[in-house]
Each structure stands twice: as C-alpha cells, then as structure tokens.
C-alpha cells in the first residue's frame, strides 16, 4: 500500500469528508487505539500520562487512555477543556470506564511525570498555529525537562509546537523519542531539523478510501516493491553493448575523483561500458572504467558526437568552469542525462528534455531557484516541484530523505543514513542515475528506483562502516542493494526481449 505526505490543509479535508460520512468518531477510535497499542509496545512499564489538548490531537490522547486502561496500565490524563466535539464525547467515555482527567498545568505535569513511565504529547496537532502561547510554551517546557531527566515521550500525529508543513525545528517544540503519525507523513516528522524532535516515526495509515487520502497528498513515499517493479530486467542474452553504454562527462585538476566516483558507481548499477570523458587526468579506480583525457571541450564534444553517442550520459561531477557550456552542447544531443555538480546552474533552464535528470543538493537547489538554502530545507517538497517547472524532466532533490519530482509526481524516498553525508555520494548517485537510464528506464523512473537504490546500499555499507561510510563503500553495496529490493517484490524471472522497465 501506498504511503502518504499530508499537508495540514489535506488532513483537515480527508477530516472533513469523514464527518460528513459519519466516520470520524470510529477514526479517531481507531488512531487512538494504534497509540495506545505503540505506548504498549515500546513502553509497557510504569504509569502512563497522557497530555491532552483542546483539539482533535486531544482527542486521540483521549482514546488512547481509554485503551490504555483496558490493557491494564495504570493512567493519568492531564488534560485542556475539550474543545473539539470528539475530544468532549472521548473524555465522557474515558470517564464511563473510570478514567479520570486533571486540569492540565505545569505543577500537574510535574507531580505526575515524577512517577510516570511515559509521557504522551496529544497536545497539538495538525491544527497548531504558530507561535506558541505562553501558557502551552510553559507545558511544553516542562516535558521536555521531564524528557531531559530520562522520561520517554511518545508524541501523537507529530510533535507539539511543530508547525507541521515545516522541516524547520521550532525552538520550544516538543523532544520525542516516537511519533505515531496519522494518515499520512506530515513534512515535519520527515525532513530537516523539524524530524529530528520526531524520534522513531511509525506511520499509522488508517482504514479510509484510500482515494480520499491520495487525492489530498503533497507526494508519496514509494513502497520498495514498488521501486524493485521500476528496476531494468535483462535478457538471458545481454551483453555490454546491451546493458548500457554511459559516458561520465566529468573531472577538472583538483577535482577529478569526482569523475571517477561516478565511474564506478555507473558500473556498479549495471551499465555494460562505462567510459569517463574528462581533461584531466582521472585515476583508474578499476580497470573495469574506461578513462579518455581530452585536450579541450570545443574539439571534443563534436567528435564525440560522431563517434556514436551512449545510452545515456552523466555529466558535471567536477567538471568545472566550463560545465555550462559543456552542458548546453551536451543536452542538444537529446540522450538520457544526469546534471549534476557544475552543470546545475539558472543558465540551463529551458535548455533540458524530458529525459533529464537534475541532481541537486539544496545548496544548488538556492543556486537554481535564485533563493536561500534555508527556504529550500523548510519545504522541500515545495522547492523540488519549483524546481522540476522550472528545469523540466525530472529532478532529483538531494537530501534525508531525497525528493524526486517529475512532470506527474512527487515522491519522497525512504531509508539511508547519516553516514552518508560525506563527500563523492552525489557523484556516485549521479552515475548510478546514468546507468539505469543506460538499461533503458525513463528518467521519472530511473530517478525514484536510483534514490532508493543508493540509499539502501548506504544502509547496507553503514552496518559495517557507520559514520566512518565513504561512497566508494556505497557503490561497494550496489549490487546487494539491487537484490535486497529486488526480493522484497518477490522472484524475478529473466524474460527475452530488449532491456527496459518491466
Ligand atoms: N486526518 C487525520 O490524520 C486525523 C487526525 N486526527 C487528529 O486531529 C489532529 C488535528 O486536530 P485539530 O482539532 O484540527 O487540531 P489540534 O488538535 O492539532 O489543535 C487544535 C487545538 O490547538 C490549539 N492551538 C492552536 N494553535 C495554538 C497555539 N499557537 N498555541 C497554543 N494552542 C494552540 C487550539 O486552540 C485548539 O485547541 C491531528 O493532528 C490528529 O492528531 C483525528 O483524530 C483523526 C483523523
């Protein structure tokens, strides 16, 4: 099944198409239940205390308790007038099985949180509007005080004082260790400084149509079957000529292991010949990469050209101040390219197809949108869909988690590790790309299956390296990267007939 990112507009609407049906008390009976079964499994021992807000946050707090007290835990409810009409009917039936409720404030939270086992944030959700008032600024603070002195907290739909369509980290924002988020992601508990108060996020996805959520979604977080589904699948008679040929259009003195890196991951994600193009002199990582120095750009590219163009190409990965007009001469060859590094630069929009990948990290991103990094990381949902209008074909976001846009979708990719921010993993991505263009997948495709692929061959390479992980490592864990996804989808068959998408 499909998974989601909300914006707090889209889970207001999916609410309010369920009150219209008559199902949002059993929602939010149901939300509360899945609560109260993570508090269960990740916390089963001591008091539980639930903080529960005026709103519909509240509410699920309030169920929660309910379903807490059946399974035999021992409850405390601190909670705020009940605002909401499903908060106010969940404390009178909280209370018809002998829940009891305090007014919530600071003294309350702190008698309660010294004998507590955790606490539960249903303090503000998705309808929280910033900033916060004092009162609540209070609260909070005392929690995360609590949480400082080793409570856990588990925070419902997405921390209080999170503004949910912002990666931002609010200063005063709840610190939790899990995050039961509901229906769908919410672009706080996923990306930038904002996630990183989210702890562990488990997605709660809840039985509505599902159309009704998908019509309402900012992007998708592609399932790993779905990503295997997109992988090329070769012919039990392939050969190099057939498995892709990839130019890598790279390298600059100073600069040239970047050419390289990308090299090899083109190799290690597939392609049947892969050869790097460059005016400086690129070490020969493995003998496997074929390496050409070239005298100059002006002479080159047109001879290039006549020799037979590849499947596809890669190109920017330190290529330097020429990249741009490299670029331009490379695009009007209309193959499959990946633009990475140098070659990502204002001058080039307009001048790419549709079979173009945009690489870029949100530094470049700024650089491309003619706006700050900040504005990119506090919604990078927003600036990759800026950026893909802006560029045309498909681009790739670069980040924790990466964001890949194309003409018709937004999608979100899923896993990685921080081990991974380090240098040359742009480049190693970059020809990655350029190999799975090279087997024959469309750039929308190639762009989903490649974040994914390479992210979990940087989980894969951490297990042994962990922060020490370099992307030569990354490219290293390719091949068992490709099998693992490929297994999650079950077996695979070799099928005749020309390489490509199945
Ligand atoms: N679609 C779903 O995913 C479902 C989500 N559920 C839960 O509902 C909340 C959203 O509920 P809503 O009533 O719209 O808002 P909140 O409870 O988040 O907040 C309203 C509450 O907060 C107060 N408030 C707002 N801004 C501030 C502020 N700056 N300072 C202090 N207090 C503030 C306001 O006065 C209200 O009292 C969602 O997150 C889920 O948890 C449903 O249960 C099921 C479907």
Request: charged fraction near 20%.
């Amino acid at each position: 099944m499909s998974e989601f990112i909300l914006s707090p507009g889209g889970a207001r609407r999916v609410d309010a198409r369920l009150e219209r049906a008559g199902l949002l008390d059993l929602t939010m009976e149901e939300a509360g239940r899945a609560v109260a079964d993570a508090v269960q499994a990740s916390f089963p021992e001591g008091p539980v205390v639930l903080l529960a807000g005026g709103g519909a946050n509240g509410g699920d707090a309030l169920v929660a308790a309910r379903h807490l007290l059946a399974l035999g835990r021992v409850v405390r409810v601190l909670a705020q007038p009940a605002k909401h009409p499903l908060a106010r009917l969940n404390r009178q039936r909280l209370r018809a099985v002998g829940g009891e409720t305090q007014a919530l404030n600071v003294a309350a939270l702190r008698r309660a949180a010294a004998s507590a086992g955790v606490l539960v944030d249903g303090l503000l959700g998705t309808g929280f509007v910033p900033p916060l008032r004092p009162a609540m600024a209070e609260v909070i603070e005392a929690m995360n005080a609590a949480h400082g002195a080793g409570l856990p907290v588990l925070a419902i739909d997405l921390p209080s004082g999170l503004d949910a369509s912002s990666a931002e980290r609010a200063e005063g924002s709840v610190r939790a260790d899990e995050t039961v988020t509901l229906m769908g992601f919410k672009t706080a508990v996923l990306f930038g400084e904002a996630a990183t108060r989210a702890g562990r996020v488990t997605l709660v996805p809840l039985r509505v149509p599902p159309d009704w959520v998908r019509e309402e979604a900012l992007a998708t977080r592609t399932e790993d079957a779905e990503v295997a589904s997109r992988l090329p699948v070769r012919t039990t008679g392939a050969h190099k000529g057939t498995a892709g040929r990839v130019w890598i259009v790279g390298g600059h003195p100073g600069t040239v292991g970047a050419a390289a890196l990308a090299g090899l991951g083109a190799l290690r994600a597939g392609a049947g010949l892969v050869t790097v193009h460059s005016l400086a002199d690129v070490p020969l990582v493995t003998p496997e990469l074929m390496v050409q120095r070239h005298a100059d750009w002006d002479q080159t590219l047109p001879q290039l050209r006549a020799s037979g163009l590849p499947d596809a190409v890669a190109l920017g990965m330190g290529l330097g101040p020429e990249a741009v007009r490299v670029a331009r001469e490379v695009l009007a060859w209309g193959i499959p390219t990946v633009l990475d590094a140098d070659a990502l630069h204002p001058e080039l929009a307009g001048h790419g197809h549709s079979e173009c990948l945009w690489t870029p990290h949100p530094g470049e991103a700024a650089r491309l949108l003619g706006t700050g990094t900040a504005e990119v990381i506090r919604d990078p949902l927003a600036a990759a869909r800026r950026l893909q209008e802006l560029l045309g074909g498909t681009v790739v976001l670069k980040g924790g988690p990466s964001v890949v846009a194309s003409a018709n979708a937004l999608s979100v990719s899923r896993g990685g590790h921080p081990g991974m921010a380090s240098g040359g993993m742009g480049d190693t991505l970059s020809g990655l790309l350029a190999a799975l263009l090279g087997q024959g997948l469309s750039a929308a495709d190639a762009g989903v299956a490649g974040v994914r692929l390479h992210a979990r061959a940087g989980e894969l390479a951490a297990d042994t390296h962990g922060y020490g992980l370099i992307a030569t490592d990354v490219s290293d864990q390719l091949g068992a990267a490709w099998q693992a996804l490929k297994a999650s989808s079950g077996p695979t068959r070799s099928r005749s007939g020309p390489p490509g998408n199945v």
